[in-house]
Each structure stands twice: as structure tokens, then as C-alpha cells.
């Protein structure tokens, strides 16, 4: 008894616990009969323990066993078939995802990791993944979310019952055909089997840039359009006109249609100037008769000097002189009348610049951009203007402030001077009378200092002397016997 399941991956192929587990396989058999399981998302991955479907509403908490949807919500759960045989030992076992001990209804699981034996007595095991393992592995791998479903959707297509051995309920009805797949309009991810590179199969980098380019153009001009600026999205600027820029400012239109008529018949030539000065923005527009005679100016006049300036010329990209195609909406666009499918921009954002048709569009924030930027630049300048002055007087007050110090200062001075002149003359001469007698008295320091030396000389004379005297004393008293001693004092005699 096998069930052929084959999802956006792959096949799997499950062989069931019949004899062991009756309710829970002929329940799950006759779900795949009636196409239950088709469409269903594997919503829970986690990877290297389960994966995890058989919910209508991809949602893990829905789902009805073919006995609820045949006698009732009242016989919706069935009791679990837990047989100690039957264990999460392999990968690949297949058991039911219950809400709880006997609640069991269409939500199944299929284990990516042997020996989880703690879910053994908590989950009735019918059946075992006998082939696409390998289907099973790629799932298991998938890239998932924070909340484990996969980033891209893999889903149940269709289910092929190869043995049932339980008969069919009475009252149960069998499609013919599997359901047709409608996606949820909130469901943003892809499918694990679109493919999401279709437009650019088979094309090389530069058509792909060039495709994504189209596109990115073709959003700006719709955007353009829908604020009005646009008359129409797929406008486009007119194949006879140039732009010059880089201009002398100077240079007035008659001299750049003179320069450029070499090069074919000019119908207009414009120089934009700006609306308040009236000086020239050194760029400007020119008009020929055909498309040939403008891509052969084009050719000639890039890069050439006009009255010293090297000037640019290219294509001209805009379209406010394209009148005739767009009827009057288009020409109240242009005179700054009414926008062309827009009802967003203010008239007098169309501000004319002196020249004959082409002028200034703004819109509102840009517009009171400008008028903020203009009172911020005035009030600055009136600040300015304030703070210098009150620098001015500050300088002011503190030289006149500096002068008067100066002068009272002099005065006290002078009068000080004229009231204690004799004062100061007497303690000059008090500092003098003392300056001389700190002089005589070094010199007397000098004289008893001389005196002194003379006086210890004496003193060392005499005791030198005395010395003397003392010791012939004693040489005469010890030694006067002896003849040695005879004839030193006869020696000393006769000295």
C-alpha cells in the first residue's frame, strides 16, 4: 500500500502501516483520494529534524480528517495508534502532526533526521519514505524564513494512490480531475518551479541592461505624467531640435543662427534667459527643417568655439514646444494653464522666461523651496547687517571708553606728582644717605678683617715660641749626665 506524491521538487514515494495503523492510513488514503492534499505548501522546514505539511490553509493550525468532512466537525479528530514497533528511528518516517493526544485530523510530517526517539509515544507513525530521499534532502535544504517556511513555495501538486485496500465511504466524492491552482492574492513569494528569468532567457547582458533601462524610462514618464508635468507617458522630444550649451553669455540668438544656418535651414533659434535678470543661462535651443539636416549639425558643431566659448551640442530632450500633437491640453500645459491629466500642480508653478516656448515648471515643494531659501538668504543678510552695526557701536563705545580712562589716569598722575614732589625728593636722599653707608660700612667690614689676620698671626708666633722654650726645658732636665747630652747643649749654646 504506497501513495506518489509529487511536489515542485520531485517525486516521494511513502509506503504505509496499514495492518498497524487502519484509521490513521485509510484516513490519510482516502484524503489523497479526493485531492485534498493537493496545492497544500510544506509551511514548516526545519532543517535536519522535519518537514512538515498537509494544511489547506498553510497556515499549521487548520486542516480536516476525511471523517470530519464526511460526518462532522463532532467526528473531526481520531484517537492516535501508537505502536512500540514503530519509531523515529529513519529518516524519511512519516507521522501525524497532532494538536494534541488524540487530535489528529490531515497535518503529517516527514522526519530529515534519524534517532528523534523522543517523539515516539507523542505522534502516530504510518508510514516510511521508501523513494525520493533525494526530493526529500532538497527540501530539507531549502532556504527558509524566521518563521521556518521556505522563501520560495514547495508545493503537493497531486497525489497517486498505487494500493488502497479500504473500501471508499458511501457518501464520499471523487473528482475526476485535480482542482485548477489559484495562488493567494497576498502570497508575494515565488513558486519553487516558476521560472521567475523567463523575460531574459536566451539574452545577453547588454540586451538585459538595455531591456532595464526601457523599463526604468517607461516609470519615469509615467510618473511624470500622472504629476502633470507629462502631457502623455510615451511623449517624446522632438528629432529636429538641438541643444546648445556652454554658451559666451554674451552670444545673442541671431549670432548661434548664424553660426549654425551652415549647416541647414534653421526655422528658430532660442537662447533661454533668466525670467528676472533678463541675462542670458548660456544654453540654448535650435530648430531645423528635417532630422537629416539636425544630425549633421550635430556632427559639425560639437565641440567648436562660438565668441571664445568651446561650445556642447546634443539632442534636444525637451518637449514644451510640441503643440499640434496634443491638442489644446497640451497647449494649456504649456501656457501654464491647466495640467494635461493632472489636477496636483498649481498654475502658476509655470513660470515663463522671456523666451518664446520654453519655460520654468515647479512644483509645490520645490516652490516654496524657493521662497524659503530666498527669506532665509534676506534675513541672513538683514542679520548680518544688524550684527555689524551693533559691532560698530560696541567698538565705538570702547574707544571713547579707552580715551577718557587714558586722560583721567594722566591727570591723577600730574596732580599726585605736583602735591608729594617734596616727599619724594626727601626719600631720595634718605635712599642716597643709605646707599653710602652701606658703602663705608664694607669698607670698615674690609680694615677688621686685616687686623684680625694680623692678630692670629702674633698669637701663632708666640705659641710657636713658648713651644720651643718647653721642650729644651725638658731635654735639659732628662739628659744634662751624659756627654751626648753635654754636647747638645754646648751644640745648642753655641747656636
Not at 117 to 136: A, R
Request: aromatic share 8%; hydrophobic share 25%.
Amino acid at each position: 500500500m504506497s501513495i506518489l506524491i509529487e511536489t515542485t521538487l520531485g517525486d516521494i514515494v511513502i509506503d504505509l502501516y496499514t495492518d498497524e495503523c487502519p484509521v490513521t492510513t485509510k484516513n490519510f488514503l482516502k484524503l489523497c483520494k479526493i485531492k485534498y492534499y493537493n496545492n497544500c505548501l510544506f509551511y514548516n522546514v526545519q532543517k535536519d529534524f522535519l518537514v512538515e505539511t498537509g494544511d489547506p490553509t498553510n497556515s499549521g493550525t487548520g486542516g480536516e480528517s476525511i471523517y470530519g468532512l464526511l460526518f462532522g466537525q463532532e467526528a473531526n479528530h481520531f484517537k492516535d495508534e501508537i505502536t512500540p514497533k514503530l519509531t523515529h528511528h529513519n529518516i524519511g518516517t512519516v507521522a501525524m502532526a497532532n494538536n494534541g493526544k488524540n487530535l489528529n485530523a490531515s497535518r503529517f510530517y516527514i522526519t530529515t533526521r534519524s534517532n528523534i526517539n523522543y517523539l515516539n509515544d507523542k505522534h502516530t507513525i504510518f508510514g516510511q519514505v521508501t523513494e525520493g530521499l533525494d526530493i526529500l534532502n532538497e527540501i530539507n535544504n531549502c532556504f527558509v524564513d524566521e518563521k521556518e517556511r521556505p522563501l520560495k513555495n514547495i508545493r503537493i501538486l497531486h497525489t497517486i494512490i498505487l494500493d488502497d485496500p479500504f473500501p471508499d465511504f458511501p457518501t464520499m466524492e471523487i473528482p475526476d480531475q485535480s482542482p485548477k491552482f489559484k495562488k493567494d492574492e497576498n502570497d508575494t513569494r515565488f513558486e519553487a518551479d516558476e521560472d521567475i528569468d523567463q523575460e531574459t532567457k536566451g539574452k545577453s547582458k547588454e540586451e538585459i541592461d538595455e531591456m532595464m533601462d526601457e523599463k526604468s524610462a517607461r516609470g519615469r514618464s509615467e510618473l511624470l505624467e500622472m504629476l502633470g508635468v507629462l502631457p502623455q507617458a510615451n511623449v517624446k522630444p522632438p528629432e529636429n531640435v538641438l541643444f546648445v550649451c556652454k554658451l559666451n553669455p554674451d552670444t545673442e540668438s541671431e549670432d548661434l543662427e548664424l553660426a549654425f544656418s551652415k549647416c541647414g535651414v534653421v526655422k528658430s533659434c532660442e537662447i533661454i534667459k533668466d525670467p528676472v535678470s533678463g541675462e542670458s543661462l548660456c544654453y540654448g535651443f535650435i530648430e531645423y527643417e528635417s532630422k537629416e539636416q539636425c544630425e549633421n549639425a550635430y556632427k559639425k558643431m560639437e565641440n567648436t568655439f562660438i565668441d571664445e566659448r568651446r561650445i556642447h551640442v546634443d539632442f534636444c530632450q525637451s518637449i514644451a514646444k510640441i503643440k499640434h500633437m496634443y491638442g489644446n491640453g497640451a497647449a494649456n500645459f504649456l501656457q501654464g494653464g491647466k495640467r494635461v491629466n493632472s489636477a496636483m500642480v498649481h498654475p502658476n508653478h509655470h513660470q515663463p522666461t522671456g523666451t518664446k516656448g520654453y519655460d520654468f515648471v515647479f512644483d509645490d515643494k520645490e516652490q516654496d523651496d524657493r521662497s524659503k531659501k530666498k527669506q532665509k538668504f534676506d534675513n541672513r543678510d538683514n542679520d548680518r547687517r544688524d550684527n555689524d552695526r551693533r559691532d560698530n557701536d560696541r567698538r565705538d563705545d570702547r574707544r571713547d571708553y579707552d580715551r577718557r580712562d587714558n586722560n583721567d589716569r594722566r591727570d591723577n598722575n600730574d596732580r599726585r606728582d605736583n602735591r608729594d614732589g617734596g616727599r619724594y625728593d626727601n626719600r631720595r636722599d634718605n635712599d642716597d644717605r643709605r646707599d653710602n653707608d652701606r658703602d663705608s660700612g664694607r669698607r670698615y667690614g674690609d680694615r677688621d678683617n686685616n687686623n684680625r689676620d694680623r692678630d692670629n698671626r702674633e698669637y701663632r708666633r708666640y705659641d710657636d715660641q713658648d713651644r720651643n722654650r718647653n721642650r729644651d726645658r725638658d731635654r735639659n732636665d732628662h739628659g744634662s749626665n751624659s756627654s751626648s747630652s753635654r754636647r747638645y747643649n754646648d751644640r745648642d749654646r753655641d747656636r
